[in-house]
């Protein structure tokens, strides 16, 4: 017994040393003294996402950290005090917060990523009918989601400051003819922002990227509509020129596709500032040339929420299939992640959902 007591005096002042820190950091964004970014409780995004879910119930739960180490000490689980020692730390942030910060820190940002919509066709991992999208739009504004357009979420990326709690970003990858003919008027109807990232060297063209598929051969936007949802405020996006494998090209091909894509897409207003990776592939060069080209953040398909310290050219999108059901869209605005509880429901049900 006598040989335990150091080793839990030294994780007793551990686990106090966290908590101090935790209160100390969340002091000094509330007071103003420092950039959440730059300090550790900025990083919530990067957590798991069941970690995630853990560090916000348990403090509401009040659990001292302490309390939860001996637990874990009790039932000899590998990893616990590591964890309880990141619990200790977040723990001191919820004290040194107030509950507008706690809630925007742990909340981050949502931006979910959708392709095609339809008001005939059966629903697909990348097909969403009108009626679902419509449901969707509803519960966001019922619920009392902040649906940001892409301007403000990267100003406050910009200036530092954290957006609201409980808030989300439309986008809408490829450009699709449908999104002119389905999505736009609901959005119009539930005055919801989105953004849209249009393959710029194929308007009024068809995706001829995808060899099969439902979305293979798909009608593009044409000049037009992309230009009559911009002037009604539809953000623009660039999605490259023809939609290729970015990691695959030439340091002359990738040029030509980012900053080229960049400069097709400003007739349609200002430079588009956002940009999506065809395929969500990328690699560190693809990101520099991406910054090269003027973007001032790019987004891939990895899931999850964006917090202040997420990197602004890997950006996490939340994937919204047309197949699911309303219960796995809120999981997915809710948690950034729509698979978090797995799914027991047949295909073929949740298709006619």
Not at 282 to 311: D, L
Request: with cysteine; hydrophobic share 45%.
């Amino acid at each position: 017994m006598r040989s335990r007591k150091p080793a839990v005096s030294r994780l007793r002042r551990a686990l106090h040393d966290q908590e101090l820190r935790g209160a100390a950091d969340a002091a000094r964004v509330r007071e103003g003294q420092a950039r959440a970014a730059c300090l550790r409780l900025g990083r919530f995004g990067e957590v798991r996402t069941r970690t995630r879910l853990l560090l916000r119930m348990l403090p509401a739960l009040r659990i001292p950290p302490l309390l939860l180490a001996a637990i874990g000490c009790a039932a000899r689980r590998p990893g616990w005090q590591r964890f309880a020692l990141v619990f200790a730390y977040w723990h001191g942030v919820r004290s040194g917060a107030d509950r507008r910060l706690w809630r925007q820190l742990t909340s981050g940002v949502v931006v979910l990523m959708y392709h095609a919509f339809t008001e005939h066709e059966p629903a697909g991992a990348y097909i969403t009918p009108a009626r679902r999208f419509a449901l969707q739009l509803a519960l966001l504004r019922l619920t009392g989601w902040r649906l940001l357009t892409m301007e403000e979420f990267l100003a406050y990326r910009q200036t530092g400051d954290l957006p609201p709690p409980r808030s989300v970003v439309l986008t809408i990858d490829d450009g699709y003819r449908d999104m002119y003919d389905v999505a736009f008027r609901l959005l119009k109807r539930w005055q919801a922002h989105a953004t849209v990232f249009a393959v710029s060297g194929l308007l009024g063209g068809a995706n001829v990227w995808d060899r099969d598929g439902r979305l293979a051969r798909r009608p593009l936007l044409t000049v037009q509509q992309l230009r009559e949802m911009a002037a009604a405020g539809v953000s623009v996006g660039a999605h490259t020129r023809t939609h290729p494998m970015l990691p695959r090209l030439s340091d002359v091909e990738l040029e030509r596709e980012l900053a080229g894509s960049r400069a097709d897409l400003s007739a349609f207003g200002a430079p588009p500032a956002a940009f999506a990776y065809p395929f969500g592939e990328t690699s560190e060069s693809v990101r520099a040339a991406v910054r090269r080209a003027g973007f001032s953040a790019a987004f891939g398909v990895e899931t999850g929420i964006n917090g202040p310290a997420t990197a602004d050219f890997a950006l996490r999108r939340v994937p919204v299939c047309g197949n699911h059901s309303l219960l796995r869209f809120a999981l997915g605005v809710i948690t950034g992640d729509p698979h978090i509880v797995p799914c027991r429901r047949p295909a073929k049900a949740l298709a006619s959902a």
